[in-house]
């Protein structure tokens, strides 16, 4: 596989972060951002809302909206877009999957509305990004 030791650099440092979140000492991650997060990178292909994801962490939008500013320093939308656009980033750089299909698995709908914001994120379109990291 084209790229095999990238993919598994990546699932060790998503392994760690994730251990480390789950440290009991120290100031840890909040459990109800946690269980959004593991929610999210385990669905990222479907719909997510701030309702439906504080729904799901038993918190209302507001006070999810809070415990994403104060543990991840960004919105609750905004991570979901960082790990959508990480993981298309990753399948253009391991897989043949046209964008659309990448633009699907990722969560978007849209495939022109995914190459918009890939391009907006990443500063290249799909198929750029992908011809980029195919030369290296």
Do not use: I, K
């Given at each position: ?14 392994a ?7 440290r009991p ?14 929610h ?30 104060r ?28 964008a ?15 190459s ?7 500063g290249?379109?799909p ?10």
């Amino acid at each position: 596989m084209r790229n095999a030791a990238l993919f598994g650099m990546n699932a060790v440092e998503e392994a760690l972060l994730w251990c480390d979140m789950r440290r009991p000492q120290g100031d840890g991650l909040d459990p109800r951002v946690l269980t959004v997060v593991e929610h999210v990178s385990c669905r990222l292909d479907e719909p997510h809302s701030v309702r439906s994801l504080a729904a799901l962490a038993g918190v209302s939008p507001s006070r999810l909206s809070h415990l994403f500013a104060r543990h991840l320093h960004q919105g609750v939308m905004a991570y979901v877009e960082q790990q959508r656009m990480a993981a298309a980033g990753e399948l253009l750089e391991v897989s043949s999957l046209p964008a659309a299909h990448v633009a699907s698995r990722a969560g978007y709908t849209n495939p022109l509305y995914f190459s918009r914001r890939f391009r907006q994120a990443v500063g290249q379109s799909p198929t750029e990004y992908r011809a980029a990291r195919a030369e290296r």
